[in-house]
T-cell receptor
């Protein structure tokens, strides 16, 4: 089974802190994604990556950056956390092309609270 | 990519078939229909996808109308564990366009 592991299930940080959310997948997937999910707004794509050292902005990249130094790991970085970044963060991965590229496997999520 | 319209919520009795509709009237010829679901406190889970033919797997069946403007996800014998938000997504299989998750349908399976 594909496994997508997010480093923390719950995280509490202070305003202004630099926050790292880590995601690791074990199926050699080329594609990785970061979403956030808020009540009434659904899942929104923050950043995605189709290869190592490659990144693409999603719908809401402001206030975030990402790092993909290794194929299996995709990190989401909040340079200076703010209260409006309190949310559930979900990581996903998929194979590169064809029909499989749209079959994403998700982690369990990290619920981040910024105080 | 084509947009989709789903009812915000539905109820279904346990053991009965759950039929979840999705309207995608602006779908184009090279776009597929994908369904995902999200059980509370978990990440979304892929269910099934199709282009124009009906599809069935161990989780569900997907019925796509002949004009492809709508589809129905069928859970043949709904259980309490099927209570979740179900997302219908239309996307091309070529290129790098990512999935766009709408608000989905919240299905409540009732004992």
């Amino acid at each position: 089974d594909v496994k997508v592991t997010q480093s923390s299930r719950y995280l509490v940080k202070r305003t202004g802190e630099k926050v790292f959310l880590e995601c690791v997948q074990d199926m050699d997937h080329e594609n990785m994604f970061w979403y956030r999910q808020d009540p009434g707004l659904g899942l929104r794509l923050i950043y995605f990556s189709y290869d190592v050292k490659m990144k693409e902005k999603g719908d809401i990249p402001e206030g975030y950056s990402v790092s993909r130094e290794k194929k299996e790991r995709f990190s989401l970085i909040l340079e200076s956390a703010s209260t409006n970044q309190t949310s559930m963060y979900l990581c996903a991965s998929s194979q590169k092309g064809g029909l499989a590229k749209n079959i994403q496997y998700f982690g369990a999520g990290t619920r981040l609270s910024v105080l | 990519d084509a947009k989709t319209t789903q009812p915000p919520s539905m109820d279904c009795a346990e053991g009965r078939a759950a039929n979840l509709p999705c309207n995608h009237s602006t779908i184009s010829g090279n776009e597929y229909v994908y369904w995902y679901r999200q059980i509370h406190s978990q990440g979304p889970q892929y269910i099934i996808h199709g282009l124009k033919n009906n599809e069935t797997n161990e989780m569900a069946s997907l019925i796509i109308t002949e004009d492809r403007k709508s589809s129905t996800l069928i859970l043949p014998h709904a259980t309490l564990r099927d209570t979740a938000v179900y997302y219908c997504i239309v996307v091309r299989n070529s290129g790098n366009t990512p999935l766009v998750f709408g608000k989905g349908t919240r299905l409540s399976v009732i004992a």
